[in-house]
């Protein structure tokens, strides 16, 4: 899966898991019902937006850690019995 599907995915999910806490939220505290629509936008603009790059890391530091990986030969690999 590409990294930006991954990332509308997890936006998707965040809405929705926000949404169904502000529903919780604003039943049993007895509030307005309009906190579980904003809860889960706000949810998801944070995940799938990652202002402090914590979550999605950039282009550049994803090819350095993919740089950083060691190589093993093949030759160390087990062999299939």
């Given at each position: 899966m590409r990294p930006m599907s991954k990332r509308i995915a997890a936006a998707v999910l965040w809405f929705?898991?926000?949404?169904?806490?502000?529903?919780?939220?604003?039943?049993y505290l007895?509030?307005?019902?309009?906190i579980g629509p904003i809860l889960g936008i706000t949810a998801a603009?944070?995940?799938?937006?990652?202002?402090?790059?914590?979550i999605w890391p950039s282009r550049q530091?994803?090819?350095?850690?993919?740089?950083?990986?060691p190589e093993r030969p093949s030759d160390s690999l087990p062999k299939a019995a």
């Open positions: 929705a898991v926000g949404w169904y806490a502000g529903a919780y939220l604003a039943f007895g509030i307005a019902d309009v603009m944070l995940f799938a937006g990652d202002p402090l790059k914590v530091e994803a090819a350095g850690i993919v740089e950083a990986l």
